[in-house]
């Protein structure tokens, strides 16, 4: 079904080349088709070629996209930038590098703050926006404002399950922080349901468990934890500690020397 799409876009685009030869439609148009199926080096060739025949401040956001698709991460921060400036009440230039500055190759999240603030001001129902902003603020410490942030989430209409989830992590977090294990609990467990595949959740869980004495469940939510983040010695060693707790002296020699192992290689989390 979504083959049979791209060939019309295909279609499309050749005869838009035919009607507007010297347009950049065609090429701005090939460079989108080029991105969403992929084609990182293609995409920036097109988009680059409909920059030179129209400045045309969408084609800058779009090349910028390009670019980090391709790890040109420089390129992709300038013409973003541009796009922002060309498009000063456009919300979209802001929160990509946010979420540029937020990633864990940066982790710049004072620089991240003040572009998703403003994402957020041009387009306050956006989830994505509000959701790193909050996160950006917790990673500072301003665990009230993270909070606020992270609940109002919860307030827009829940067309992206996705974030209003992690917005429940967020705030199972900060509860956890801020040593509220009632209410983190609550949250943890809807965003674990909700967000299976996030480790964060089951670490969440593991932790609360374990503080309630609950070894059984603190030790399945730290196995989930394993599994999903193989590199995680945290979890090895909080495994190793609760087998010991439970008697099963067999299982505890064997994961301190997984989490030995492990370590050499990843250093203790």
Wanted: charged letters at 20%; aromatic letters at 12%; a neutral charge.
């Amino acid at each position: 079904m979504l083959a049979d799409q791209f060939d019309s876009a295909r279609t499309a685009l050749k005869i838009l080349v035919q009607k507007s030869p010297n347009s950049g439609q065609a090429e701005y148009w090939a460079g989108l088709l080029a991105l969403r199926t992929g084609h990182a080096d293609d995409a920036v060739r097109y988009l680059r070629a409909s920059q030179k025949m129209v400045d045309n401040p969408y084609t800058d956001e779009a090349l910028a996209l390009a670019y980090y698709s391709a790890r040109q991460f420089k390129l992709f921060v300038a013409s973003m930038s541009r796009a922002s400036q060309n498009l000063p009440d456009n919300f979209a230039p802001y929160y990509y590098l946010g979420r540029y500055y937020v990633s864990v190759e940066v982790a710049d999240f004072q620089q991240a703050e003040t572009l998703l603030t403003k994402a957020v001001k041009f387009s306050p129902q956006d989830a994505r926006s509000l959701y790193y902003l909050a996160l950006c603020q917790e990673s500072q410490g301003d665990l009230e404002r993270a909070e606020t942030n992270y609940k109002l989430v919860f307030s827009l209409p829940k067309s992206n399950t996705r974030y209003f989830a992690l917005a429940e992590l967020g705030v199972a977090h900060v509860d956890l922080s801020t040593n509220r294990g009632t209410e983190a609990l609550a949250y943890a467990q809807k965003a674990a349901a909700a967000l299976p595949e996030e480790a964060e959740g089951h670490t969440i869980l593991a932790k609360l468990y374990t503080t309630a004495g609950d070894t059984q469940m603190a030790i399945r939510e730290w196995k989930a934890t394993e599994s999903l983040d193989p590199t995680n010695t945290s979890a090895l060693y909080n495994l190793y500690r609760l087998y010991l707790k439970s008697g099963d002296e067999t299982l505890a020699k064997e994961t301190l020397q997984q989490y030995k192992a492990l370590s050499k290689l990843y250093g203790s989390s």
